[in-house]
Nanobody, 125 residues
Framework: QVHVMESGGGSVQAGEYLTLSCTVS????????ADWYRQVPGKQRELVAS???????TYADFVRGRFTASRDRAKNSVYLQIRDLKPEDTAVYYC???????????????????WGQGTPVTVSS
């Protein structure tokens, strides 16, 4: 069974940085890609970064060079570093990891995505 453990959030002052992590274990699943979202209570979840298997990453306009997504294959983990944090970055951040999973019944690999449980980020001015 695939398990995604998300961590790294916290309460920080404006201008500081955080590195969020999503580590995948179980099921023989290897992370290839990842999307990062954030959600504020009462609002829709919004995409902040989308990283492809070749590590090409697109970012939301509001990121303005402050976010960097990365991957460590050896640790089966993906990361989102957020620099120069602002109060408006306050939200719960979620990762959605993607990769190939061998489906025994079909004797083939299929693309699957899994969500992390979310990690809260609170930025005070």
């Amino acid at each position: 069974q695939v398990h995604v453990m998300e961590s790294g959030g916290g309460s920080v002052q404006a201008g500081e940085y955080l590195t969020l992590s999503c580590t995948v274990s179980g099921g023989g699943f290897s992370v290839n890609s990842a999307d990062w979202y954030r959600q504020v209570p009462g609002k829709q979840r919004e995409l902040v970064a989308s990283m492809s298997p070749d590590l090409t990453t697109t970012y939301a306009d509001f990121v303005r060079g402050r976010f960097t997504a990365s991957r460590d294959r050896a640790k089966n983990s993906v990361y989102l570093q957020i620099r120069d944090l602002k109060p408006e970055d306050t939200a719960v951040y979620y990762c959605q990891v993607g990769g190939e999973l061998f489906v025994v019944s079909e004797s083939r690999y299929r693309f699957h995505q899994y969500w992390g449980q979310g990690t809260p980020v609170t930025v005070s001015s």
